[in-house]
């Protein structure tokens, strides 16, 4: 999206193309407030503002949203199609790999309450599952304070995609 298309789109249709970014309404709000923008910058580092931090309840509202790391996200939604393009290194046939994830998803839940949450895109399987085993050696607080950070990564991540669309 182009910059002055950006400034001058109706607030509606904002809403419905940072949303798929993360779902919570206060992040998109700023942003949206924020216009008008003399550089495509300065969209991000709003975005970056906005986002530190998330409330817990933001947190919360927005893993809500995300499907577990190695299952499909189903739908067509945008926000599907991210999450299947962001975990595409994961191969669903790959039977080891599948395992791996879907024993160190119920892992992390029954210990956090809440699905694992990491940046996938970039990521090979084998590093997500590394990481998802260091990270089950977390405390609550610890691990908190890393789905905030991931979530950021991840709205951030996508309003690039947005951007360049």
Not at 17 to 35: F, K, S
Request: charge should be negative; include cysteine; glycine fraction near 4%.
């Amino acid at each position: 999206m182009l910059l002055n298309e950006f400034n001058e789109k109706p607030e509606i249709n904002l809403v419905a193309a940072l949303r798929p970014c993360i779902d919570v309404e206060r992040w998109i709000q700023e942003i949206i407030d924020a216009r008008p923008y003399a550089a495509v910058e300065e969209i991000f580092e709003t975005a970056k503002s906005a986002a530190a931090p998330f409330t817990a309840q933001e947190v919360t509202s927005a893993l809500a949203h995300h499907p577990r790391i190695g299952e499909r996200a189903g739908g067509n939604s945008a926000e599907a199609s991210l999450s299947r393009s962001e975990q595409s290194a994961v191969d669903p046939t790959d039977a080891a790999i599948v395992s791996a994830l879907a024993e160190g998803n119920r892992a992390y839940e029954a210990k956090f309450d809440q699905v694992f949450l990491i940046r996938a895109a970039g990521r090979s399987p084998n590093e997500i599952i590394e990481i998802l085993h260091r990270r089950l050696e977390n405390t609550a607080e610890e691990e908190a304070l890393i789905v905030a950070q991931q979530l950021r990564e991840i709205a951030l991540l996508r309003l690039e995609g947005v951007m360049s669309a």
